[in-house]
Each structure stands twice: as C-alpha cells, then as structure tokens.
C-alpha cells in the first residue's frame, strides 16, 4: 500500500496516484467520488490484496496530489489515464468509479476501448439531466446538485463552506453519519474503520484547498461531452436500493443506455455501503468476466 505518488504528465501537470492491493496483480484504475482522493481507496486494500489485483487511486485535477486543470472537462480525464497507465507499463487494465467517480470511469470506457478491458460503476453518479435523475435523492444531495447546475457561483460558495469544516474531525465525522440515509448510518456506526478513511479521503479532497473540487461538483451539472449508447466495452453497475446520494434511478437510467451492460441492485444497502460492503463480490466479478 503506497498512498501518496505522483507522475508528470506531458502538458507539465502532476498526477497523483496510490497503489493498494496486490503490486503484481491485475490492475484496476480506481476514480473517487465527491469531495474525495485517491485515499477513499484505502477501503479497497484488504479486498484487492485477497484477489491479487493491483489498484490504482488517482486524483483529479486540483485534488489531492494532482495539479490543478483550468478550463477542464470529464472528456479530458481519459488521456491523463492514460499517460498514468503509459508511465506504469500497464497495458489493459479495468477502471472503476465509485460515487462522484462514475463519469470519469464511464467516458474512459468510452473513449479508450483498445486498453479499458471493462467498466465498474459502483454506486456511481448518472447524468443529472436524465429523466428522473433525483428521484429518491436525499434534499442535501438534491439541493447541491441542483446549484451545480443551475447556479454555479452558489455551488463554488457551498464547496468552499464544505472545505472550511474539514480541520473539525470530530465534528465532521459526526455529520457524516446523522446527514447519511438510514442504512448508511446503521452501517458506519459498526464500522468506524469506514469513517475514518472517508474523512481522511475528504481532508486530502482539500489539500490545495477548494478550487479542484469546485471545478469537480461544476462538471456534474453540465452535459458531461459523450454519449452512453457509444460505450462499447462491458459495464458492470453495482447500486444500494436504499442509496439517497444516488439514487437507484441514476444506475437502472444508465443500464438501460449503455449496450453491454448489467446491474446488480443490493436491496439492504445504502451508499457507502454499497461502496465498501461488497468488494470482494465486485472483484470476483471484475476478474471472471
């Protein structure tokens, strides 16, 4: 487990990047959700090490270790994947995005079918411009995406907020989990290893401070610059039925666009756990498709 490494990218701009798992092992491009890092693949570790896969965390442009991106777009993601992959020697490889990471693994599947082998979306974010996009959303998650959208200097504000109460742990920690949908708080109240990496993934979400997140929360509210239907690689989606962050909507809207795909729904789990709970059943799928 490496957790803080970087690569310089042609344009000058450092990637950063951390390994868990299996450093011989099938490799696994993992893209984080919002506001997070490559940290939040902390989660992973145990899993992937158990089933040799080597997974790869990076961060986006303007978090974590990785050099802001003016002027960037979700269709610019997929050649900075690749120069991380051309610098680690990896030639096919899966990527993975979990929450606020699902359109970057998406239009890497999109535009990099000759190296994505497939596509994981785990409980991953769908355009909010599709029909029904919200329903079942929880107002926080409603109310966020929706300035995003529709007024993004209000998001900036809300980013900003959001980054000035990440040297409060305990209080932070806290409402995570009273602000979480009533399976994720029955989940990470038995699992306090859980809300310790997701508040350690958020502080490293602000290391530079708020600008690449604020890019980050403005890209999920314009159209994101590629089709689904164009995806021709297999996409697996793995979802919580009780999932109030994004909703179960978000996942049957995307399995219904995307040609080579499959759903599997999880009837007892939420977000988060969706995201941590069951990874050993998507590595086990990932590696016998």
Same mark, same amino acid.
């Given at each position: 487990?490496?957790?803080?490494?970087?690569?310089?990218?042609?344009?000058?701009?450092?990637?950063?990047?951390?390994?868990?798992?299996?450093?011989?092992?099938?490799?696994?491009?993992?893209?984080?959700?919002?506001?997070?890092?490559?940290?939040?693949?902390?989660?992973?570790?145990?899993?992937?090490?158990?089933?040799?896969?080597?997974?790869?965390?990076?961060?986006?442009?303007?978090?974590?270790?990785?050099?802001?991106?003016?002027?960037?777009?979700i269709v610019d993601w997929p050649r900075d994947v690749s120069q991380l992959a051309d610098q680690l020697g990896i030639d096919g490889f899966v990527v993975?995005?979990?929450?606020?990471?699902?359109?970057?693994?998406?239009?890497?599947?999109?535009?990099?079918?000759?190296?994505?082998?497939?596509?994981?979306?785990?409980?991953?974010?769908?355009?909010?411009?599709?029909?029904?996009?919200?329903?079942?959303?929880?107002?926080?998650?409603?109310?966020?995406?929706? $300035? @995003?959208? +529709?007024?993004?200097?209000?998001?900036?504000? #809300?980013?900003? !907020?959001? &980054? %000035?109460?990440?040297?409060?742990?305990?209080?932070?920690?806290?409402?995570?989990?009273?602000?979480?949908?009533?399976?994720?708080?029955?989940?990470?109240?038995?699992?306090?290893?859980?809300?310790?990496?997701?508040?350690?993934?958020?502080?490293?979400?602000?290391?530079?401070?708020?600008?690449?997140?604020?890019?980050?929360?403005?890209?999920?509210?314009?159209?994101?610059?590629?089709?689904?239907?164009?995806?021709?690689?297999? $996409? @697996?989606? +793995?979802?919580?039925?009780?999932?109030?962050? #994004?909703?179960? !909507?978000? &996942? %049957?809207?995307?399995?219904?666009?995307?040609?080579?795909?499959?759903a599997t729904f999880l009837p007892d789990d939420g977000h988060i756990g969706c995201m941590a709970n069951h990874l050993d059943e998507v590595f086990d799928a990932v590696l016998s498709a």
């Amino acid at each position: 487990m490496t957790d803080s490494q970087t690569i310089t990218l042609s344009d000058g701009r450092k990637l950063g990047y951390a390994e868990y798992g299996d450093t011989g092992g099938s490799p696994i491009l993992y893209f984080h959700g919002f506001p997070g890092s490559r940290i939040e693949a902390r989660l992973t570790n145990d899993a992937a090490s158990a089933r040799n896969v080597r997974l790869i965390a990076v961060d986006r442009p303007g978090i974590g270790l990785s050099d802001f991106q003016p002027k960037r777009r979700i269709v610019d993601w997929p050649r900075d994947v690749s120069q991380l992959a051309d610098q680690l020697g990896i030639d096919g490889f899966v990527v993975m995005g979990a929450s606020g990471g699902g359109p970057y693994a998406a239009v890497c599947a999109r535009a990099l079918p000759d190296r994505v082998t497939s596509a994981v979306l785990l409980a991953g974010s769908g355009p909010l411009r599709a029909p029904n996009a919200m329903k079942g959303m929880s107002v926080q998650n409603r109310a966020l995406f929706s $300035v @995003a959208r +529709w007024a993004p200097p209000l998001g900036d504000l #809300v980013v900003w !907020a959001l &980054a %000035r109460t990440a040297g409060d742990r305990d209080r932070l920690m806290s409402q995570m989990i009273r602000s979480s949908s009533p399976a994720d708080r029955r989940f990470l109240e038995q699992r306090p290893d859980v809300v310790e990496v997701m508040y350690d993934s958020f502080v490293e979400a602000f290391r530079q401070g708020s600008r690449g997140a604020r890019q980050d929360l403005s890209l999920y509210g314009r159209p994101w610059g590629f089709r689904l239907d164009k995806i021709t690689v297999p $996409v @697996a989606l +793995w979802q919580g039925d009780k999932d109030a962050n #994004v909703p179960p !909507a978000m &996942a %049957r809207y995307m399995a219904r666009k995307i040609p080579d795909s499959f759903a599997t729904f999880l009837p007892d789990d939420g977000h988060i756990g969706c995201m941590a709970n069951h990874l050993d059943e998507v590595f086990d799928a990932v590696l016998s498709a």
